[in-house]
Structures are given as structure tokens and as C-alpha cells.
């Protein structure tokens, strides 16, 4: 019954991490005003700020800080983590300027694209090898995407980009021992003293050049950054990383929408076919996740009732 609870509670808190992502193109249309590049920086900057606030109030900053003493102590932990503080913070410009370009179906694509990018960048370095059905689902979406930049004329870049960024920084925090919380505190603490230097050294720029509700919406931008990484981190802990896998379709799914009904913005019968290959795509992968996930579940029960036996 706990058991049930547990899992119950972890679907919650996982379902609201990806409902958040999904809707967050909605949140930076109302900072469509501001620069693509400001509305990053400040982004930043209030992760960073919120960050130390809500360790504070965790008591999570002493052992925090004692992690972040061990990253810095360590040249290749420091090196990784570096690198993944570039990528997310590439991730971000992308998203927040494919969002300000009327561009949502881009990002939809990208996060759509993101778990098959996963499975090739882990066969590339972490020698992992694909299944069959893996293989072909890289094929039909890789014939998706080529759909694409024919129909369009040219490769879509900024789906790709946002894929390739967010699976590389996510292969970095795979293999770097360091904890979610730890991590993003990090990483924002890195770039801040660059997104600081951006708001000050820009013309006309700084908190005295915006309006009320726009300073809000900025600030704000720490929060709906944190949030659902803390929902997510959460939600981890209590469920498979099978049912993850499932839930991870919403925040695209949900742009995609955004991006066709409350946007407007242009959905063809050939941009159509294109993600149906994709869906078909990940639809052969999760399944073939699940069937994997299920088949170690049951060998392992098998060996926990031979050794009880």
C-alpha cells in the first residue's frame, strides 16, 4: 500500500515536471519584448539566486558547498562540469529564442528527437549497443528529419541543436558523480559572472528598463526553471525509469499543440508525415525499453527466489 502511494506520488510530481516544461513557451512569449540573449541572462541569474534561497531554506547549503569544494578540487570534475554549464546554457538560448522566433514547433521537434539522440550518443561513448528495434527507430527518425529539411529546404537546425545539447549535457551528468541539486547550483554559478557582465556592459539594459509585469516574468525565471527539475528529481526516485520514459513525451507533445492551436503557427501534411515517423520512431523505442526494462525485472526476481530457495 506504501509501495503503491510511493509510485502514485512519484507519477504526480514526474507528470508536473514534464506539464511545466511542455507550457513554458507560454511563459517566455511574455518576455517576448526582451531580447532573446537578455531574457537568457537573466535567466541565469535568478536560477543562481533562487538556488542558494531554496538551499537555504532546505538546509542543503553546507553539504552544497562541501560538493562543490570537491568539483573545483578535481581538474576533470571540474572540466565536465564546466562543459555541461555551456551546453545547458546553449539548450536555453536555443529554446527561449526558437520560442521568441514563432518557432514552437522547432522546439517540439527537438525534445521529440532528444531520447533516440540519447541512444546514439550512448552507443558512440558509452560503447552501449543498439537492439534491432533501436536501430530502425534511429532510421525512421533520421527519414522524419530528412522529410524536414526537404519540405523546408534546409536541415532543421535548431531542433537538432536542441537535442544534441540537451543529450550531451545529459551524458555529462550521467558519468559525473555530483547530485541534481549540486549540479544546476553549480552550473548557474559558473555563467552568472557572464550573464551578469551581459546585463551591465549592454546598453540600455538592467532592471530599471523594464516594466513591472516583465520584471516579474524575469525574475520568475528562476523559479520555473528550478521547479520542475525538483519535481523531476523527485519523481526519479519513485518510479521506473521505463514509466519516465513514457512520461517524457508530454512536454513535446504539449508544445506541439501550443505551437498549433494557441500559436498558429504553420503544421502542413508534410510536416505531419515527418513527425508521424517520429512518433512511429519512439513508439518502437519505448517499447522496446519497456520490453528490456521488463524482461530484467522478471531474471531478477528469478534470482531472488533461487537464492531464497
Not at 7 to 22: C, F, N
Not at 98 to 109: E, K, Y
Request: with cysteine; net charge positive.
Amino acid at each position: 500500500m506504501v509501495e503503491q502511494k510511493e509510485q502514485t506520488a512519484g507519477v504526480i510530481a514526474g507528470s508536473l515536471a514534464y506539464l511545466i516544461w511542455g507550457v513554458l513557451p507560454i511563459y517566455w512569449k511574455l518576455a517576448g519584448g526582451v531580447d532573446s540573449a537578455e531574457v537568457l541572462a537573466n535567466r541565469i541569474v535568478w536560477s543562481f539566486v533562487f538556488m542558494i534561497v531554496l538551499l537555504l531554506c532546505l538546509g542543503k547549503l553546507s553539504g552544497t558547498y562541501k560538493e562543490s569544494k570537491s568539483v573545483f578540487s578535481n581538474k576533470k570534475r571540474f572540466l565536465a562540469i564546466t562543459a555541461a554549464s555551456a551546453l545547458i546554457t546553449l539548450n536555453w538560448f536555443i529554446f527561449i529564442f526558437v520560442v521568441h522566433s514563432d518557432h514552437v514547433i522547432d522546439a517540439s521537434l527537438g525534445y521529440y528527437i532528444n531520447p533516440l539522440m540519447n541512444i546514439v550518443l550512448a552507443t558512440i561513448f558509452l560503447k552501449e549497443r543498439l537492439t534491432k528495434a533501436e536501430t530502425v527507430s534511429v532510421v525512421l527518425a533520421t527519414i522524419g528529419v530528412i522529410i524536414l529539411s526537404i519540405h523546408h529546404g534546409a536541415i532543421p537546425w535548431s531542433s537538432l541543436a536542441m537535442a544534441l545539447t540537451f543529450s550531451l549535457y545529459g551524458l555529462i551528468k550521467k558519468v559525473l558523480p555530483i547530485g541534481a541539486w549540486s549540479g544546476l547550483t553549480i552550473e548557474t554559478l559558473l555563467i552568472t559572472p557572464f550573464a551578469l557582465l551581459y546585463l551591465f556592459i549592454v546598453p540600455s539594459r538592467g532592471f530599471m528598463a523594464y516594466d513591472t509585469g516583465t520584471l516579474f516574468v524575469l525574475i520568475g525565471a528562476g523559479i520555473v526553471t528550478a521547479v520542475p527539475l525538483l519535481l523531476f528529481a523527485l519523481g526519479a526516485k519513485k518510479i521506473s525509469f521505463s514509466l519516465i520514459g513514457f512520461l517524457q513525451y508530454i512536454a513535446p507533445t504539449m508544445m506541439l499543440v501550443l505551437g498549433v492551436f494557441l500559436f498558429h503557427e504553420p503544421f502542413d501534411e508534410t510536416q505531419l508525415l515527418a513527425f508521424i515517423w517520429i512518433w512511429v520512431a519512439l513508439i518502437l523505442f519505448t517499447a522496446s525499453r519497456t520490453a528490456a526494462a521488463s524482461r530484467l525485472k522478471k531474471e531478477a526476481g528469478a534470482v531472488r527466489q533461487n537464492m531464497g530457495g
